[in-house]
């Protein structure tokens, strides 16, 4: 069964405390995406990885990164959390093959809020 | 500049019938893809079918097929015999390749309420 897994689903903070969010999946998918979604705004890219320790720039990584040391693992991490983070995280896989990527499988979400 | 635009916000059908919702989209490639995805209540985002720009066949999937008219570059979801549980947002994506970027992007999706 393919899966997107995220953790936390939930998340409380205070502002300038350090947010950790996690995501797996067992497809051993290539790419891994983390997306914010905010009313009005839709999904917006934050940062692509195309595999272990190949990672890239999104639409709105400021403020955030990542780490990816397994395949299956993917990570963003709020250094210092803003209130205008406070937002629901989406992670998200899909199958590379020849170059390219295929459909994106998400993960149920993160809301975090930063007090 | 890619773009992906779906200007209907919200539709509401009766159960049982058919509903059709419209996505146009801008590229300057040749090669791309075409996505819907359907976001529940609970903010379940879920992969519904796929029409890759070179195939002329729309794509279908269970009660979800595809209107793909290229020379208009749309592409919309049309969902048979709709029930309840369909209700729900729907999101058209595209994805092209360029310089080894895989991201899709994302219209800002449309409300679909099924009534009984």
């Known amino acids: 069964d393919m899966k997107v897994t995220q953790m936390p689903r939930y998340l409380i903070k205070r502002m300038g405390e350090n947010v950790l969010l996690e995501c797996g999946q067992d497809m051993s998918h290539e790419t891994m995406y983390w997306y914010r979604q905010d009313p009005g705004l839709g999904l917006q890219l934050i940062y692509i990885s195309y595999d272990v320790d190949s990672n890239s720039e999104g639409d709105i990584p400021k403020g955030y990164r990542v780490s990816r040391k397994k395949r299956e693992h993917f990570s963003l991490i709020l250094d210092s959390a803003k209130t205008n983070q406070t937002s629901v995280y989406f992670c998200a896989s899909s199958f590379t093959t020849g170059g390219h990527s295929y459909e994106q499988y998400f993960g149920p979400g993160t809301r975090l809020t930063v007090l | 500049a890619q773009k992906v635009t779906q200007t209907q916000t919200s539709i509401s059908v009766m159960e049982k019938t058919t509903v059709t919702m419209d996505c146009v989209y801008e590229?300057?490639?040749?090669?791309?893809?075409l996505f819907w995805y359907k976001q529940t209540a609970s903010g379940e985002i879920v992969f519904l079918i796929r029409q890759d720009s070179y195939k002329k066949e729309n794509a279908t999937v269970g009660h979800y097929s595809l209107n793909f008219q290229k020379p208009k570059s749309s592409i919309g979801l049309i969902i048979t015999a709709t029930q309840i549980e369909d209700s729900a947002v729907y999101f058209c994506a595209m994805r092209e390749a360029y310089q080894g970027g895989r991201a899709l992007i994302f219209g800002t999706g449309t409300t679909v309420s099924v009534s009984p």
């Open positions: 590229t300057q490639d040749s090669s791309y893809f």
